[in-house]
């Protein structure tokens, strides 16, 4: 799978563990930087990572930032974009199964490398269930928040 991953600053070595990861598990990885851990705004890097996902560049994003909030506000302004923000792999399946979550976000500040792992790991494996989260999950893309009323 082709995955996209993006960071912050605070989130620079958690990014460079996890594109280490994904690609010992034969992933390819598009990094989209930042290309150090010097000062830089998640929303530049939110809306690559949701940029690539949304053209097709990647199948899945790993979005990070200190807490994972902002980077995760970014990404989601993206219309093809379904970032969901965990720190669990219990939240990492059901972002998949219950949402079609196409990009995950963590926090670095908030979880540790182990456990982002088992959380991507989880978010990889786990499939979108269908069924009556579909209609849920059209709703989200819906172009106006009348129609889900």
């Known amino acids: ?9 605070a989130a620079f070595d958690l990014k460079a563990r996890l594109v280490e990861t994904l690609q010992s598990w034969g992933h390819e990885v598009l990094d989209l930087g930042p290309a150090d851990d010097g000062r830089v705004d998640y929303p530049d890097f939110g809306y690559k990572l949701a940029e690539a996902v949304g053209d097709g560049r990647a199948e899945r994003g790993v979005a990070l930032c200190g807490s994972g909030i902002g980077i995760s506000i970014a990404v989601n302004r993206h219309p093809a974009c379904r970032c969901a923000l965990v720190s669990d792999p219990y939240a990492a399946a059901l972002a998949r199964e ?30 979108f269930a269908g069924g009556r989260h579909a209609g849920r999950v059209d709703k989200l893309s819906a172009p106006s928040l009348e129609k889900s009323a």
């Open 98 to 127: 219950h949402n079609d979550a196409n990009v995950l976000a963590m926090g670095a500040r908030l979880i540790g490398p182990d456990m982002a792992a088992a959380c991507l790991q989880t978010f990889l494996v786990a499939e």
């Open 1 to 9: 799978m082709r995955i996209a991953i993006a960071s912050d600053h």
